[in-house]
């Protein structure tokens, strides 16, 4: 079983920015839409026929996502606008009545996050989402509406949930919950409420406290 763990923020918040010191050759990153880096890397390429070492790879389509995530043989795995994947396949789909859209829209998201975590133990996958506020105030991850809600709490299908934040134009990660959001992390795993925005720290950590790394003879 691998690590799963979603980032989750407002647009502009540093979620994509979090990349920047992750090694493209260890990540395959799959993006629900397609769009340039926030960071400039010339390592990060998108695969192309003429470009078979590529690590980007764009598609919003659950069964093409899975196949990729499967198939890889990179250890650390990133969807990006993960809320487009359902926001995407919604759109596409507005001229059907009836409700089993919404039920097939909620199974395709469940079966990403559901394969993910299927993946060998020592494979990381960081699911990046855009957030959404209740009227009463609570925040969680941006679905399509309230009946796929009902149906399933994606973060409930995953251990560590890390929220972007911005204090005093400074780039964090939030790693407690605050009461009114889904944020969660496994006791002892951050000694801090906050820590930097970096993807390759929190990958780090997270292989140190699964142990997950070769340990010294």
């Not at 990179?74 to 926001?87: G, H, N, S, T």
Request: charged letters at 25%; one cysteine or more; glycine letters at 6%.
């Amino acid at each position: 079983m691998s690590v799963v763990t979603m980032v989750l923020g407002e647009s502009g918040t540093g979620k994509s920015a979090s990349l920047r010191n992750m090694q493209p050759k260890d990540t395959l990153l799959i993006q629900a839409v397609k769009k340039p880096l926030p960071f400039k890397s010339s390592a990060w390429k998108r695969h192309t026929k003429d470009c078979l070492e590529g690590n980007i790879f764009q598609t919003d389509i659950a069964a093409q996502i899975i196949t990729l995530m499967q198939k890889t043989q990179r250890k650390i795995i990133v969807l990006d606008d993960f809320q487009y994947v359902m926001a995407n396949e919604f759109m596409r789909r507005t001229n059907e009545t009836g409700f089993n859209k919404f039920t097939e829209i909620g199974k395709n998201a469940w079966d990403i996050i559901n394969a993910a975590a299927a993946l060998p133990e020592d494979v990381r996958v960081y699911i990046l989402s855009h957030i959404e506020t209740s009227e009463s105030g609570h925040t969680k991850i941006k679905t399509i509406g309230k009946m796929l809600d009902e149906k399933i709490a994606l973060e409930g299908m995953v251990t560590i949930v890390l929220r972007t934040m911005i204090r005093d134009g400074q780039y964090l990660f939030s790693t407690r919950n605050n009461g009114s959001d889904t944020t969660k992390t496994p006791m002892g795993l951050f000694d801090t409420e906050t820590i930097d925005n970096d993807l390759q720290a929190v990958d780090q950590a997270i292989q140190s406290y699964y142990e997950l790394t070769e340990q010294p003879a």
